[in-house]
Structures are given as structure tokens and as C-alpha cells.
Nanobody, 123 residues
Framework: EVQLVDSGGGLVQAGGSLRLSCTASGFIFDDYNIGWFRQAPGKEREGVSAIAVKDGHPYYANSAKGRFTISSDNAKNTVYLQMDNLIPEDTAVYYC????????????????WGQGTQVTVSA
């Protein structure tokens, strides 16, 4: 079956860094986009970054540009989100997700979701 496992969240002070990982199984990894979405308490889930695995084309929300970097290791079926210069507004549960189409940050196109990993950034 299709499965996404996300990990790498934690506690960090403002200005610090974290690297999130998303490992996929059960489908042809190269055919998918893998995205990162986040949901803070009381807010809707929003797109942060995504990557077209086949060619590595990245997508970034404005909030992520210049601070976050998405990459893939196709041999490991894993996508990483390197998050630098974290700010308290980044605090949320982060979810990785898979889409069979090149959907960018369009949440409705993502069919498969990880369990989420908590990122907390203190001031």
C-alpha cells in the first residue's frame, strides 16, 4: 500500500534550523510530486514547499522562499525540507504528501499524507 512517513520535527529557537524527511513506499516515486504542508492550531493546512521528483523542480510558498530548501534523494525514495532561519510563525504540524500530478502547492491534488511531525519555534 501507499505510505508516507515524515519525521524530523522538534523544538528549536528562532534562527535555528531543522531538516524534515519524507520517505515514500508503495508507488513509483519518480512519477509523483512530494509536498510539505503545515497546519497551526486554528488555521487551515497550507502549502509550504513541493518538488516534482522526476526533474527536481521546486515550489515554495512566499513564507518559505529564501529560508527553506526542498530536495530529493531518489535512491532512498526520500524528500527533505531543510528549514533555516526559523521563526515562531513556522510553528505547526508539518505533513508530507504525494500527488500523482505536478500540482505544486495545490492541496486538493495530494492524495496521500504522512502522519505529521511537530515543529515548534520559540521566540
Amino acid at each position: 500500500e501507499v505510505q508516507l512517513v515524515d519525521s524530523g520535527g522538534g523544538l528549536v529557537q528562532a534562527g535555528g534550523s531543522l531538516r524534515l524527511s519524507c520517505t515514500a513506499s508503495g508507488f513509483i516515486f519518480d512519477d509523483y510530486n512530494i509536498g510539505w504542508f503545515r497546519q497551526a492550531p486554528g488555521k487551515e493546512r497550507e502549502g509550504v514547499s513541493a518538488i516534482a521528483v522526476k526533474d527536481g523542480h521546486p515550489y515554495y510558498a512566499n513564507s518559505a522562499k529564501g529560508r527553506f530548501t526542498i530536495s530529493s534523494d531518489n535512491a532512498k525514495n526520500t524528500v527533505y525540507l531543510q528549514m533555516d532561519n526559523l521563526i515562531p510563525e513556522d510553528t505547526a504540524v508539518y505533513y508530507c504528501a504525494g500527488s500523482i500530478v505536478d500540482a505544486g502547492l495545490r492541496k486538493s491534488a495530494y492524495t496521500y499524507w504522512g502522519q505529521g511531525t511537530q515543529v515548534t519555534v520559540s521566540a
